[in-house]
């Protein structure tokens, strides 16, 4: 009795290792991913706005042979507005603004818009440290958008009210295309370490769609090419499917 307890032992020992090593590395999942962007503006883009930042959330998988499928959302933020010459017919040469109450008014301005876009591409693996990580490569397309927030009280400068803000917010939107390469790490082991990063371009192929600019005193009907160029980290939660698994025992 004894000597057969030690030969079920040491084969459930030698499958259990055998089904380690020789079961299948690359793993397939849905996944859902949080990133940041430090984003550099380039083109039209640059005339308008400094380094600004997005926050973005992605839901998507990784399929077939290491091929990685995505729909992501970003919101992008800043401060560096450059175009800050929008409310000059409304300010005096010194910038100040005066409110309904005879004082100086408080106004900021602040990037904000979005973009969402549809990805697919490739992990390119080096086999090291395991077969689901390596070179990323994306492409992508979908839509741009930004515009000119100004933050003011409507109470106090009812010039600024939400109406009449969107004369000059330049409300900017339209097709973008994008293409992403980097590094893409997963722990299909111990699931504890997913993250991503890599360099991103963006382009987007945009227009003023606002019907007329108060302090130009005109329709901008021109065309736009802005362009994005960002530092992009991210964290994956990944969800993989429980399914019976193929060992083979010697």
Known sequence: MAIRTIVVILFLS????????????VVNFFMLSINYNLQMPLGDMQDRFGLNSALGIGIGGKVGKNIFLNVEGGYLFGKNV????????????NGFLLGSSGLLADYSFAEKGFSIQGQTGKIISFKRPNANSGLMTLLGAGFLQHKISIDADETEVPMLSKEYRNGYDRLTNGFMLSQFIGYFFVDAKRK????????????GFTKNRRSWNYDENRQDDSLRKDILVSLKLGWIIPFYRTQTEKYYFY
């Open 192 to 203: 504890r370490i997913n993250v991503y990063g890599g360099i991103q371009i963006q382009e």
């Open 14 to 25: 030698a499958s259990a290792q055998a089904q380690s090593l020789l079961k299948d590395s």
């Open 82 to 93: 450059k175009e800050n010459d929008i409310l000059d017919a409304i300010t005096d040469e």
